[in-house]
């Protein structure tokens, strides 16, 4: 299973783990006494542990090629996908479904306040990762600035208010529609270029909007931000503190379930195959008369008018906006949920959003790792599992001979 | 119906088509025939504006249609059948179809499009949940036709539908493209290196070599041709 040149390889690779960790692992410096450290039993344990990983990362691979190989000449019948089999069979899904939908309806009666402003915050990040699946699951186009919409979403309430007194109510498609139009303003001279082009401009914008709300000051109050921004009203009625959460946090639920709504039916709409197909083959598209740059911007919009709503419900939600907010962390934090979720899967894009922002809440004790634990996982799943932890279901026909 | 006036087409700074004339009347077959990189699939690309020329003029139906968008130009009714098939792999057979009716709204023709096809293509109706990747070679060009006709081109470009295709397979579509002539009056403009096939079934032939056209004629006289015979027939 494992041969001479894996077993070289291997020691090669943990000998060049050693060389990049001894400055972190093994040296300590201590300031105090002037005396450094040599802790060389870490050495050893980089050593050993990234040749123990190497070698079963190839037999992984290994394993996974004969297996291929075999399905490839017949010896062995593919297994249907245990994912699949979970998501088609209502015997399953309808009962999980329900539980899952009673859990999220009970959530506020049983968790204190504390808890539901954490899942609030959690569901803003699935709507995110739903919107900006759109975007880069579907459409594949990769937005790296997404968070400028979420930012314009969130400061179109401020300001709004600020300015002209307006409401949560009035604001909320107002924001959505704002940042669709700073999405098409951008989008219409980038994408008709080429794809990673978009990426390095929409990077440049998310930090150029920032930047503006961080400097304008006559603008946008600077650094200090805007406060005293109302929660969203309840028909004139005023709500305390904890039942404005509880009714925020209900908000959100409806949110999501518009979300997942409209976002399955475009899935499965004309426009968004023609997305999906766009990311094929645009030779096909074009020869279908599919326009390439109206397709892709209608994307790039709705994508980002889901980002401006939840941006204004965010500004509701903590009554108080700063550029801070608005970092490219931010961004990077959505685009791994949609990464993660598998791109173009709703059911994978919501549980990765739940992983991802409610795991760090729950292990506050690692959050200094926070950043390694994500990146980490992320090297994983592209080397185990590119298709995200829900495969985009479009993707997991099983082949049939018929002849 | 389609009329082209000394195109030239480039690649960044190579031209790969010079000066190309050549005009298509309603309701024939007309072919294009030349060795491989002569700059056949360039004309289409031209035509359907994917890789519109830099000088030169193109006419559909006595209207300029020379810097429209590809889109536009389906929607003029000339729809393009790219080299290579290009089905969508990941859409099923029927999602692959409905593709082609991407312009059109009139929910009630489509239907009935959808089942001239099946009835055309009866393969088709039995894998049209299937997806596109699935099928065989003969099949995947079935769907490219079919999906083509999807958009109700009055002008159909083929661009080398026998490519990698056994002979009895290239023979059953070549019957079906001019069933598809004679039964909706469809206009095709076939693009083949396959010289011998597309001659005999089209009623005029454009010969083209390094992207210039060097002859024209009717088919039947191209094919009794010597020249043609020997460059291009194998004879
Ligand atoms: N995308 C492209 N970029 C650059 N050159 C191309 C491209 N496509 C085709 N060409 C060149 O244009 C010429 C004509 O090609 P093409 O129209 O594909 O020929 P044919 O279809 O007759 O085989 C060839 O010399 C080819 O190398
Ligand atoms: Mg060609």
Redesign the interface.
Known sequence: MISLTDIKKGLLVSLWFVFLTFPLMVIKINPIDKVILWRWSNMYWVAGGSFLCYLAMQIYKTRKLTRQEHIKQGLIKEKPKMQFKLLSDPKIYLPTLAVAGLFFLAFPLLFSTYQTNIMITALMYVVLGLGLNIVVGVAGLLDLGYVAFYAVGAYSYALLHLHFGLGFWEVLPIGGLLAASFGILLGFPVLRLRGDYLAIVTLGFGEIIRLILENWNEFSHGPSGISNIPRPGFFGIHLGLEQSITYLYYLMILMVIFTIFVVNRLQSSRIGRAWFALREDEIACQAMGIDKTKTKLTAFALGAFWAGMVGVIFAAKTTFVNPASFTFLESAIILCIVVLGGMGSIIGVIIAALILILLPEYLRAFSDYRMLVFGAVLVIMMVFRPQGIVANIRRTYTVQKND | MLELKSINTYYGNIQALHDVSLNVKEGEIITLIGANGAGKSTTLMSI?G?VPPRTGEIFFKRKPIQGL???K???LGI????EGR??????TVA?NL???A??RKDKQQIEEDLEYIYALFPILKNRRS??GG?L?GGEQQMLAIS??LM?RPQLLLLDEPSMGLAPLVTRRIFEIIKKINRENNTTIFLVEQNANLALKVADRGYVLETGRITMHDKASTLLADEDIQKAYLGI
């Open positions: 359907s994917i968008s590809p889109d130009i389906v929607a729809c393009q059948v790219p290009h089905i969508f792999p990941d859409l999602e409905d593709m082609g991407f312009l299937q997806p699935n065989s999906r083509a958009a």
